[in-house]
């Protein structure tokens, strides 16, 4: 297993050896689902013809399974979503310590919360943010009796977090919302300890443009895990010292 701590490597050798045009398929499905998913937020989805309907990629398994489309989903709630996003697995892979602060950003449902909430035990704390007054109703509610769990309405442009606090930050699913990466990046950076990371996941094809946007907010990939079926994991830190 990849750990954080590893250097950034290329896809896993069993996925190198997929075909081309099938993997192009592939892609082309789960991206289009993923925007999809996010356009089905603010109604676009809904007024497609039934031909553009019979021309559209094929559903994934890895949709989300909530009626409230585009904040994600609830660990437990669809086994195929939960084998997409193997969130064990996942947070494993954060490397998180008990006592640690993690900002959850964009939390949707809180996919992740529950687990991050677990990862830093009750000396530490979870932030939980979001934009949508109804996703975060309903994590308000779900989180309730976790006491080292903040839930927090934010502004799209501005991550609404403390300065020199958090240990990691996670944008999982959330990057494609920015208005402007580089700048939402950069917005991120006050709120870093000097040695707090930001974990970014998504789809692997919605990898590069984030990728160009870390760079360009001066941001380096200090490691990346490779191990989940359709999500890359990447972790960065400010290039130059702050
Ligand atoms: C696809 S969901 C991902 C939810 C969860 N993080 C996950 O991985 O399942 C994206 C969430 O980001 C929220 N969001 C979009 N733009 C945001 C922004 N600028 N700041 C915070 N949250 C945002 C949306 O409201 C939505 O709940």
């Not at 993690?102 to 939980?128: C, I, K, N």
Request: hydrophobic share 40%.
């Amino acid at each position: 297993m990849t750990t954080p701590s590893q250097p950034v490597t290329a896809m896993t050798p069993s996925r190198a050896h997929v075909a081309p045009r099938r993997l192009t398929f592939v892609l082309l499905g789960v991206v289009t689902a993923a925007l999809g998913a996010c356009r089905s937020e603010s109604g676009e989805a809904k007024h497609q013809e039934p031909a553009q309907k019979a021309a559209a990629a094929p559903v994934p398994a890895q949709e989300p399974p909530t009626e409230l489309h585009g904040v994600g989903g609830i660990e437990g709630e669809q086994a195929a979503y939960d084998q997409s996003r193997q969130p064990a697995k996942f947070i494993a892979a954060l490397g998180l310590s008990q006592g640690q602060h993690v900002a959850d950003v964009g939390a949707g449902l809180g996919y992740f919360t529950p687990r991050l909430s677990e990862a830093v035990g009750p000396t530490g704390q979870v932030v939980a943010t979001d934009i949508n007054d109804e996703a975060l109703a309903l994590l308000r509610k779900r989180m309730s009796e976790r006491k080292n769990v903040v839930v927090r309405k934010v502004s799209p442009d501005d991550p609404g977090l403390e300065p020199d606090k958090y240990d990691l930050i996670l944008l999982s699913e959330v990057d494609h919302f920015f208005s402007d990466r580089v700048d939402y990046l950069n917005r991120l950076r006050p709120a870093l300890t000097p040695t707090g990371r930001i974990a970014v996941t998504h789809l692997r094809a919605m990898r590069p443009p984030l990728v160009a946007a870390a760079q360009a907010a001066g941001y380096a990939i200090t490691s990346e895990y490779n191990e989940l079926p359709e999500h890359y994991l990447l972790f960065l830190q400010p290039a130059a010292s702050r």
